[in-house]
């Protein structure tokens, strides 16, 4: 299994509140992405990061940041969470670009009240 | 506009009943079609790559098939451990962000 954490596994919190989830790898490798999972849509990208620093929008990044200061750390925050974030969360990575495999993170399922 | 639709929605087979689940994909120029396996409450498992028409992989029980406008994913005498949700997505090659494209899933279970 690809060497991927993510904390917290489980989170519930109240609208308007801000919310960080965090993505840890140990595999060095330069990509890391956020998705969201929902009934309906599958899995759609909200942010990736191609390297320490660089990070770029995906299909549904509206009231999402993200942060990566460390290879390891991919850190996604939610500034005042709504109930359409209600949602499960993966985090993946990859060696390259284009083509390569993405491996997912075991998720943390998010409920905003 | 990418799009993956994958049928059916959910296969109920008996234990050695083989089948396929079938992904079908329309992008602007395919860069790669990738099949994950889902478990209940877990993060996507990744099984197979496809980067061309005519390219196949196995992997035990499993096969994955490529056309130009879908793929297949063959069981061959599944085990009850085989039951999950099975997960196809396309990269394109315009995508930015290395972005995949997932359809909904199969769901697949397999009865002793």
């Known amino acids: 299994d690809a060497g991927i954490t993510q904390s917290p596994r489980h989170k519930v919190t109240e609208t308007g509140t801000p919310v960080t989830l965090r993505c840890h790898q140990t595999e060095n490798h330069r990509y890391m992405y956020w998705y969201r999972q929902d009934p309906g849509h599958g899995l759609r990208l909200i942010h990736y990061?191609?390297?320490?620093?660089?990070?770029d929008k995906g299909e549904v990044s509206d009231g999402y940041s993200v942060s990566r200061s460390k290879t390891e750390d991919f850190l996604l925050t939610l500034e005042s969470a709504t109930s359409s974030q209600t949602s499960v969360y993966f985090c993946?990575?990859?060696?390259?670009?284009?083509?390569?495999?993405?491996?997912f993170g075991p998720g943390t399922r998010l409920t905003v009240l | 506009e990418d799009q993956v639709t994958q049928s059916p929605e959910a296969l109920r087979l008996q234990e050695g009943e083989s089948s396929s689940l079938n992904c079908s994909y329309t992008?602007?120029?395919?860069?790669?079609l990738f099949w994950y396996r889902q478990d209940p409450g877990k993060g996507p498992e990744f099984l197979f790559t496809l980067y061309s028409a005519g390219e196949e992989k196995e992997k035990e029980r499993l096969k994955a098939t490529l056309t130009k406008k879908e793929s297949f994913l063959h069981i061959t005498a599944p085990k009850p451990e085989d039951s999950a949700t099975y997960l196809c997505a396309v990269q394109a090659v315009e995508t930015s962000g290395s972005r995949l494209t997932f359809g909904e899933g199969t769901q697949l279970t397999v009865n002793p």
């Open positions: 990061s191609y390297g320490v620093k660089d990070t």
């Open positions: 993946a990575i990859s060696e390259s670009y284009e083509g390569d495999t993405q491996y």
């Open positions: 992008v602007s120029g395919l860069r790669g």
